[in-house]
């Protein structure tokens, strides 16, 4: 029932899909972004969906308690426990690539790499390890709201030359306006 107002409320806001949807955006770690609103993400996902993608997000299994567990479960949280084992905290980096190695079926991993709401000149760059180390594409999906158009952009393999891949992600980005402009900015490591 949620899934279908989140759908209501993206038509009714004006939001218009970007197609057509890479092919590698089924099977990918996919960058959200800008990220300024907690709006961002509800119409993120409910536009990958409609675009036939199914993306899952991580989330601690801390935060899994009524109603936020019942909701966040069914939007595709995958609920992380990083508890230390042996006395180590776990590397969420190897846990996100450890999670395309147990997949059973295609996994489109969202994040959000800006790791914040508010502005953040330096992205996390976890998400690009993870993609590396489970050889699998990054795909870069945004929200403009100054056009209104959201969808899936480019899609691409991590060479393993982070300064290089980082900025193909900056240039995809520089153009894109978040909900609040003001709070979106590139990584300053790599953007000229």
Not at 59 to 68: D, Q, R, S, V
Not at 135 to 142: D, G
Request: glycine share 6%; charged share 25%.
């Amino acid at each position: 029932m949620l899934k279908w107002i989140f759908r209501l409320i993206f038509k009714l806001k004006g939001w218009q899909l970007y197609q057509p949807i890479p092919k590698d955006a089924f099977n990918c770690v996919m960058v959200a972004a800008p990220h300024t609103s907690n709006w961002d993400f509800v119409y993120a996902i409910t536009a990958l969906q409609q675009l036939g993608v199914n993306p899952r997000f991580t989330i601690k299994k801390e935060l899994n308690k009524f109603p936020f567990g019942g909701i966040a479960t069914n939007f595709g949280a995958i609920w992380i426990d990083r508890s230390p084992k042996d006395g180590v905290k776990q590397n969420m980096t190897q846990v996100m690539a450890d999670l395309f190695r147990e997949a059973k079926k295609p996994l489109s991993m969202l994040v959000t790499a800006e790791g914040t709401r508010a502005k953040a000149t330096k992205w996390k760059t976890g998400f690009y390890y993870a993609a590396l180390e489970a050889k699998v594409p990054i795909c870069l999906s945004f929200m403009d709201y100054k056009t209104r158009i959201t969808g899936v952009g480019e899609c691409f393999i991590p060479s393993g030359d982070i300064d290089k891949d980082m900025r193909i992600i900056m240039d995809f980005y520089k153009d894109k306006t978040g909900k609040y402009p003001e709070n979106f900015s590139l990584d300053e490591r790599y953007s000229d």
